[in-house]
């Protein structure tokens, strides 16, 4: 069924003047009940079904009254988003596809940038309280687990993009070490063999250390030695990082026939320097990223990536925080989405 606006004139001279659920669900050639576990997200509806309910609510105008049963439910219809970097491509549209994921189930979202700070991230938990949210979505990259348990009150939590280890709360993200490999094995499958890592970090748990788990594994797999002069670890992760890294591995005079990036903004800073030297990609130099950010459809040459699900990542986390609103009891789940590999002309 196509989803765009009917220009038929019929549809809206016949519709009630007081537009309700049993109007949509008529529409839309579904139950009331299918309609409200959309608005509500409480239930379970399919990709097709979610989306017909969609188009009937916006072709019908229709306006929930969440006010009321916010009013009625002691909650204030806001969620939080806490995410340590917004102007990052990954993170922006991510802010842009749970604002609209939210607002189809009557929430609206306040976000916080807490820049990977430790004590921004304490604040998150300690100072947004169900007096002000009725969950929180967060992405945290300093915080430990026994911080996090002892900080952590009674407001809903849904952990994003990185599990910490051994802390009982809801979590959705990718299998980094699986899309590590992945993205290497996708290099040496090309017949790439001195093969980089930019984007390793100090620690155990978070982004960077399991990527280069990944890509570790990889090599082994393929009877590839580990060069440790290959790999470089970045203080973050924007285009000047990954511009550097690549500088300081070809002034190591270290040979290389592929960069596996641990973010596609690394990924296109370190095309940037490769260019700069008077080095071909692909045929100097393979180059793949992580994200699948828009600005590396149009990057030069086009980069390839890893891709996660980003679709699923946001409804599964606006799922689970929606499901844990209303029982607090509810199980614990953790959920890991999809990622494929889309090859572009960089590799």
Not at 205 to 221: D, F, M
Not at 266 to 277: P, Y
Request: include cysteine; hydrophobic fraction near 35%.
């Amino acid at each position: 069924m196509s989803h765009h606006r009917w220009k038929d004139d019929s549809v809206r001279s016949s519709r009630p003047s007081q537009i309700g659920v049993r109007e949509v669900a008529n529409l839309a050639r579904v139950s009331p009940t299918t309609v409200s576990n959309v608005l509500s997200g409480n239930r379970p509806v399919s990709a097709t079904t979610r989306e017909r309910v969609r188009w009937a609510i916006e072709e019908l105008d229709y306006r929930p009254n969440h006010s009321a049963r916010n009013l009625r439910l002691q909650r204030s219809g806001i969620i939080a988003l806490a995410l340590p970097e917004v102007r990052v491509p990954y993170f922006a549209e991510l802010v842009h596809d749970l604002v609209r994921a939210a607002r189809d189930r009557g929430y609206r979202v306040l976000v916080e940038q807490t820049e990977g700070r430790t004590e921004s991230e304490h604040a998150v938990m300690h100072g947004l309280d169900r007096g002000m949210v009725d969950g929180i979505i967060f992405s945290p990259l300093g915080i430990t687990r026994e911080t996090f348990e002892r900080r952590r009150g009674s407001t809903p939590i849904v952990l994003l993009g990185e599990r910490i280890l051994g802390a009982d709360v809801d979590y959705v993200g990718t299998d980094n070490v699986a899309a590590a490999a992945d993205a290497t094995a996708h290099l040496i499958a090309r017949g790439r063999r001195r093969i980089a890592a930019i984007g390793d970090q100090r620690g155990t748990g978070g982004t960077g250390p399991q990527r280069t788990r990944g890509y570790r594994r990889a090599l082994r797999r393929a009877g590839i030695p580990y060069d440790a002069r290959l790999t470089v670890r970045t203080a973050t992760y924007h285009h000047s990082d990954g511009a550097e890294a690549m500088a300081e591995l070809l002034d190591r005079g270290v040979e290389l026939d592929a960069v596996y990036c641990y973010t596609d903004l690394l990924a296109i800073g370190a095309m940037h320097t490769l260019r700069s030297r008077g080095l071909r990609i692909p045929d100097d130099v393979a180059v793949i990223g992580t994200d699948d950010i828009d600005e590396g459809r149009y990057a030069a040459p086009p980069l390839t990536t890893v891709t996660p699900d980003k679709a699923a990542i946001t409804t599964s986390a606006l799922d689970l925080l929606i499901r844990r609103i209303a029982d607090p009891e509810a199980p614990v789940r953790q959920v890991l989405v999809p990622h494929t590999i889309e090859v572009r002309d960089s590799t």
